[in-house]
């Protein structure tokens, strides 16, 4: 079983930034794509980040944070980053990180859907003040 335990939300203000860490129990962690996704509410969970297995090489954003947030990813700590700035208002939401189901993708496909997805953390809320 894995489990995921985000942290590092809170209240920003507009314009400042925070970083979201999710570590992962389990012993095959680098070699699955790990994602970000966030819900707010009365809204459907949507995609924000994702980054492939091994070096993290490929990466994949929802266009609205591209150039604002960068997802990384620490193999020998098994936890995923997720660096957000330039916050706005609308970026407010819970934030959840996942695993992919599969551990291998060929090319430079980056896994963006939820149904790709198996093992969700509990989520960390993020609230930024205008």
């Known amino acids: 079983q894995v489990q995921l335990v985000e942290s590092g939300g809170g209240l920003v203000q507009a314009g400042g930034s925070a970083r979201l860490s999710c570590v992962a129990s389990g012993r095959t962690f680098s070699s699955y794509a790990m994602g970000w996704f966030r819900q707010a509410p009365g809204k459907e969970r949507e995609f924000v980040a994702a980054i492939r297995g091994g070096s993290g090489y490929y990466v994949d954003y929802a266009d609205s944070v591209k150039g604002r947030f960068t997802i990384s990813r620490d193999n020998a700590k098994n936890t995923v980053y997720l660096q957000m700035n330039s916050l706005k208002s609308e970026d407010t939401a819970v934030y959840y990180c996942?695993?992919?189901?599969?551990?291998?993708?060929?090319?430079?496909?980056?896994?963006?859907?939820?149904?790709?997805?198996?093992?969700w953390g509990q989520g960390t809320q993020v609230t930024v003040s205008s």
């Open positions: 996942a695993r992919s189901s599969r551990a291998y993708y060929s090319g430079s496909y980056v896994p963006s859907d939820n149904n790709e997805y198996d093992y």
